[in-house]
């Protein structure tokens, strides 16, 4: 069997990287960057939602958040009917950096599919797509506290 996560990860870690040295001169770091364009996308977003979209735990998702709005690139503000939930927006600050990010993203997505048809780009779109809703599938599983079988 082809090690497909092992090539799936390393792809991720230098992205990571990449775009962690990039976003140093703005502040972002450890993937902070991440939450910042969810919840630019997602204004209003709650922490256990973009956690999840992320695919993180809670406690992770509260560390980035607390830290970009410690920075001024998000602020909290509280739901009109539910006192206990807090909706995550983003500030000027990091509506102004967004742009950014976005271009980075779309120009990482146009040197990782070099080369590669428009057929060819949608068959690997499709098929990690595939692959993300299996490893949903454990991810939430072991989640709820649940050991996988191996």
């Known amino acids: ?32 960057y991440l939450y910042l364009v969810r919840i630019c996308e997602n204004p209003g977003i709650i922490q256990g939602k973009l956690a999840e979209m992320i695919k993180v735990d809670r406690t ?9 709005e410690n920075n001024g690139f998000i602020e909290k503000k509280d739901d009109d009917h539910n006192q206990k939930i807090k909706k ?16 980075e993203n779309d120009y990482s997505n146009i ?19 595939r692959v993300r809703k299996n490893i949903e599938k454990d991810w939430e599983f072991v989640k709820k506290g649940n050991k996988r079988n191996y």
């Open 60 to 68: 992770t998702a509260a560390r980035a958040i607390n830290k970009l």
């Open 111 to 129: 040197i990782a599919l070099e080369g590669f048809t428009e057929r060819e780009a949608e068959n690997i779109f499709n098929l990690l797509q």
């Open 88 to 103: 995550l927006f983003p500030t000027e600050k990091g509506k102004s950096v967004y742009p950014f990010i976005k271009r």
């Open 1 to 32: 069997m082809k090690e497909i996560l092992r090539e799936i990860g390393m792809i991720a870690r230098a992205l990571d990287s990449i775009s962690n040295i990039e976003f140093k001169d703005y502040d972002l770091t450890k993937g902070q």
